[in-house]
């Protein structure tokens, strides 16, 4: 048993890594290793306990879409909550609808069996959508449409898969009994998941809770949520903890952002196993019962049910063209279909409906079809119609100063994104002046975490006066950015002394040089210093340029480079990185560094001019990128 965890963890684990290395969606790799393994070389042998099996699947499914629900901010419904309440109350009764049609008529299966699959293909899945929208880089409005309507529609699909299966499997339930228990289901799991999120939230306010024991008592709450729902109403777990996380995601926590990192990861592993253990359980008898009509289905179902679906669930409503044809083509199925599929249909066959045993390969290569056709396409399709947020390729700059600006300004000519954050209206007015893009607000606010978009910003560089609000800044935004791309200007040298130093992992690295604080680099900008830029060719490389701004000043600050492809750079001697030919060099120095100092330079930068005229890379000579305090750029 063991062997065989380990095998299954290092195997999910290894296909994450190689779709991370392949640029596909991480869900492809792992079903096709679970192939791989089970029913094509018996590696991981079917399960002997179907039901003990089915149940840990729910609650890994359970964590999974506590994660998701976690993820859901009531904030982000300000400019998409119509959008969002049609597709989450009209879509899943008409996919329901139209899907189970598709599967009677095109797949060939009985009604019972068609409308329980129906219900099953309704979830389009946290499990998917999520891992897809960062693929994507879809911008804020849309990205929230395709959260809310995966996150949300995944427990609605169970509970009325699970209304449908009871229905045909007890001769006792009629249409009235199966709509009654759907309701308490609703109100069972929203109020369940409600009072348990609450309770939890309020108990980590009081100190109830160690810190170290916060993040796994979180996990066994959930569960403890999960389970309880369960026995009072049959399935309506999924919906309580989807509910729970929305809760608590929303709550005022000291701890959010260490509990959503601890979860985070543990649904990765999670998500590994499962897509792993899943389709291994397979056998050559399930794939055997794939023909035409089957395949048919899927297709019907991506470019009729889909479609119509969203046509008739936003008609009239306030949601971009745009967004309505990316959701009508986006609907890739996840892990619940998958597990609810491997619930019902062997239950369905016992019930006596043979054609049952197509359940759960129909929903294997809906998932298949539906994951490599979206995942491949979500991106293109999105930078076709605008929706995309851009190219992960800029800087957010917090604190509005002489010398940001002069940065911000140098970046901007020079076509890279660029961003100046500030709590101080009038400290931004020159920003504006310039045409820099600006965000008027406190960067640590939760206004702010909805309203500032940094989705096409790769890097962070605080650089106001207090080193302290620099550091908590840079630990704040080091998950949306990276550790590695949060910096700050150096710390002044009453912040750097040993009793008072901050360690890495508390701060951002320190920007351009140990010595580049505030004082210094206003400093310096007074003194006429400024922003310029140097193309780096193979006869005038770095060295020589080095030398060059040796001799004119060696205080000088190299402060970023961008590569031949045009992606930027950020430089610090805590993270160097080496200029090569083709390279765009950005540095800080006094104006007479600007002049070649011999012939070769000389012909070098004509060369460069008018390569630069022609509308190729920035120019060879070494020329201010900015204006204002410093000299105006030629």
Same mark, same amino acid.
């Given at each position: 048993?063991?062997?065989?965890?380990?095998?299954?963890?290092?195997?999910?684990?290894?296909?994450?890594?190689?779709?991370?290395?392949?640029?596909?969606?991480? &869900?492809?790799?792992?079903?096709?290793?679970?192939?791989?393994?089970?029913?094509?070389?018996?590696?991981?042998?079917?399960? +002997?306990?179907?039901?003990?099996?089915?149940?840990?699947?729910?609650?890994?499914?359970?964590?999974?879409?506590?994660?998701?629900?976690?993820?859901?901010?009531?904030?982000?419904?300000?400019?998409?909550?119509?959008?969002?309440?049609?597709?989450?109350?009209? %879509?899943? *009764? !008409?996919?329901?609808?139209?899907?189970?049609?598709?599967?009677?008529?095109?797949?060939?299966?009985?009604?019972?069996?068609?409308?329980?699959?129906?219900?099953?293909?309704?979830?389009?899945?946290?499990?998917?959508?999520?891992?897809?929208?960062?693929?994507?880089?879809?911008?804020?409005?849309?990205?929230?449409?395709? /959260?809310?309507?995966? &996150?949300?529609?995944?427990?609605?699909?169970?509970?009325?898969?699970?209304?449908? $299966?009871?229905?045909?499997?007890?001769?006792?339930?009629?249409?009235?009994?199966?709509?009654?228990?759907? %309701?308490?289901?609703?109100?069972?799991?929203?109020?369940?998941?409600?009072?348990?999120?609450? !309770?939890?939230?309020?108990?980590?306010?009081?100190?109830?809770?160690?810190?170290?024991? /916060?993040?796994?008592?979180?996990?066994?709450?959930?569960?403890?949520?999960?389970?309880?729902?369960?026995?009072?109403?049959?399935?309506?777990? !999924?919906?309580?903890?989807?509910?729970?996380?929305?809760?608590?995601?929303?709550?005022? =926590?000291?701890?959010?952002?260490?509990?959503?990192?601890?979860?985070?990861? !543990?649904?990765?592993?999670?998500?590994?196993?499962?897509?792993?253990?899943?389709?291994?359980?397979?056998?050559?008898?399930? =794939?055997?019962?794939?023909?035409?009509?089957?395949?048919?289905?899927?297709?019907?179902?991506?470019? #009729?049910?889909?479609?119509?679906?969203?046509?008739?669930?936003?008609?009239?409503?306030?949601?971009?063209?745009?967004?309505?044809?990316?959701?009508?083509?986006?609907?890739?199925?996840?892990?619940?279909?998958?597990?609810?599929?491997?619930? $019902?249909?062997?239950?369905?066959?016992?019930?006596?409906?043979?054609?049952?045993?197509?359940?759960?390969? &129909?929903?294997? #290569?809906?998932?298949?079809?539906?994951?490599?056709?979206?995942? =491949?396409?979500?991106?293109?399709?999105?930078?076709?119609?605008?929706?995309?947020?851009?190219?992960?390729?800029? =800087?957010?700059?917090?604190?509005?100063?002489?010398?940001?600006?002069?940065?911000?300004?140098?970046?901007?000519?020079?076509?890279?994104?660029?961003?100046?954050? +500030?709590?101080?209206?009038?400290?931004?007015?020159?920003?504006?002046?310039?045409?820099?893009?600006?965000?008027?607000?406190?960067?640590?606010?939760?206004?702010?975490?909805?309203?500032?978009?940094?989705?096409?910003?790769?890097?962070?560089?605080?650089?106001?006066?207090?080193?302290?609000?620099?550091?908590?800044?840079?630990?704040?935004?080091?998950?949306?950015?990276?550790?590695?791309?949060?910096?700050?200007?150096?710390?002044? /040298?009453?912040?750097?002394?040993?009793?008072?130093?901050?360690?890495?992992?508390?701060?951002?690295? $320190?920007?351009?040089?140990?010595?580049?604080?505030?004082?210094?680099?206003?400093?310096?900008?007074?003194?006429?210093?400024?922003?310029?830029?140097?193309?780096?060719?193979?006869?005038?490389?770095?060295?020589?340029?080095?030398?060059?701004?040796?001799?004119?000043? *060696?205080?000088?600050?190299?402060?970023?480079?961008?590569?031949?492809?045009?992606? $930027?750079?950020?430089?610090?001697?805590?993270?160097?990185?080496?200029?090569?030919?083709?390279?765009?060099?950005?540095?800080?120095?006094?104006?007479?560094?600007?002049?070649?100092?011999?012939?070769?330079?000389?012909? +070098?930068?004509?060369?460069?001019?008018?390569?630069?005229?022609?509308?190729?890379? *920035?120019?060879?000579?070494?020329?201010?990128?900015?204006?204002?305090?410093?000299?105006?750029?030629?």
């Amino acid at each position: 048993m063991a062997k065989l965890l380990l095998i299954i963890l290092t195997a999910g684990l290894a296909s994450q890594w190689l779709a991370w290395r392949i640029n596909l969606p991480a &869900i492809v790799v792992l079903i096709a290793s679970g192939l791989v393994l089970g029913p094509f070389t018996g590696v991981i042998p079917p399960t +002997d306990s179907p039901e003990d099996f089915n149940t840990l699947i729910g609650l890994g499914v359970a964590i999974i879409l506590f994660e998701g629900g976690m993820d859901l901010k009531i904030g982000e419904l300000r400019h998409t909550r119509r959008g969002v309440g049609r597709l989450v109350l009209f %879509g899943p *009764p !008409l996919a329901w609808l139209l899907g189970s049609a598709a599967a009677h008529y095109v797949a060939g299966l009985s009604w019972a069996v068609a409308i329980v699959l129906g219900a099953i293909l309704v979830v389009t899945g946290p499990t998917v959508i999520l891992p897809l929208l960062r693929q994507a880089r879809l911008n804020k409005e849309t990205a929230s449409l395709f /959260k809310w309507e995966g &996150i949300v529609n995944d427990p609605m699909g169970v509970l009325l898969a699970v209304m449908s $299966f009871q229905y045909f499997t007890s001769q006792s339930t009629t249409l009235h009994d199966s709509l009654k228990d759907l %309701g308490i289901a609703l109100g069972v799991g929203a109020g369940i998941g409600g009072v348990g999120g609450w !309770l939890t939230g309020w108990l980590y306010r009081r100190g109830a809770v160690p810190v170290h024991l /916060k993040a796994p008592i979180l996990i066994v709450l959930v569960l403890v949520v999960y389970v309880a729902s369960n026995q009072v109403q049959h399935e309506a777990g !999924l919906l309580s903890v989807t509910v729970m996380g929305m809760v608590i995601g929303n709550m005022q =926590l000291v701890e959010r952002q260490a509990l959503q990192t601890f979860k985070e990861n !543990l649904t990765v592993v999670l998500l590994s196993v499962l897509f792993i253990v899943i389709p291994a359980q397979l056998g050559p008898q399930h =794939l055997a019962l794939i023909d035409w009509r089957a395949v048919l289905f899927v297709l019907v179902l991506m470019l #009729l049910v889909r479609p119509l679906t969203i046509g008739l669930a936003t008609a009239f409503a306030p949601v971009r063209r745009g967004d309505r044809l990316l959701l009508a083509w986006i609907a890739p199925r996840g892990i619940v279909a998958a597990a609810t599929a491997g619930l $019902f249909g062997p239950a369905l066959v016992e019930a006596g409906y043979k054609d049952a045993d197509k359940l759960l390969p &129909i929903v294997f #290569l809906v998932i298949i079809a539906t994951v490599l056709a979206h995942g =491949l396409s979500i991106g293109p399709l999105a930078r076709r119609l605008k929706l995309a947020a851009g190219e992960n390729n800029g =800087l957010l700059i917090v604190g509005a100063s002489d010398f940001s600006l002069a940065l911000a300004r140098a970046l901007h000519r020079l076509g890279i994104d660029v961003k100046i954050s +500030d709590g101080a209206w009038d400290r931004l007015k020159e920003a504006r002046m310039a045409g820099v893009p600006v965000h008027y607000g406190e960067i640590l606010s939760e206004e702010s975490e909805h309203q500032l978009d940094v989705q096409n910003l790769s890097h962070l560089l605080c650089t106001t006066e207090n080193d302290f609000y620099n550091a908590l800044v840079c630990k704040a935004k080091a998950r949306a950015f990276g550790h590695h791309r949060t910096f700050q200007i150096a710390a002044h /040298k009453a912040s750097d002394q040993e009793f008072k130093r901050l360690s890495i992992d508390m701060r951002g690295y $320190f920007a351009f040089a140990r010595e580049a604080n505030y004082t210094l680099l206003q400093a310096r900008l007074a003194e006429g210093w400024n922003i310029q830029t140097t193309r780096i060719s193979k006869s005038h490389g770095w060295d020589e340029m080095k030398k060059r701004l040796d001799e004119v000043d *060696p205080e000088w600050l190299l402060l970023g480079g961008i590569t031949p492809k045009g992606l $930027f750079r950020l430089y610090s001697q805590e993270q160097r990185f080496k200029l090569e030919p083709d390279w765009t060099a950005i540095y800080f120095a006094p104006p007479t560094a600007r002049a070649p100092r011999n012939a070769k330079a000389v012909a +070098d930068a004509a060369a460069s001019e008018a390569v630069s005229a022609a509308g190729g890379a *920035p120019p060879a000579t070494a020329a201010p990128a900015t204006d204002g305090p410093e000299a105006a750029a030629p």
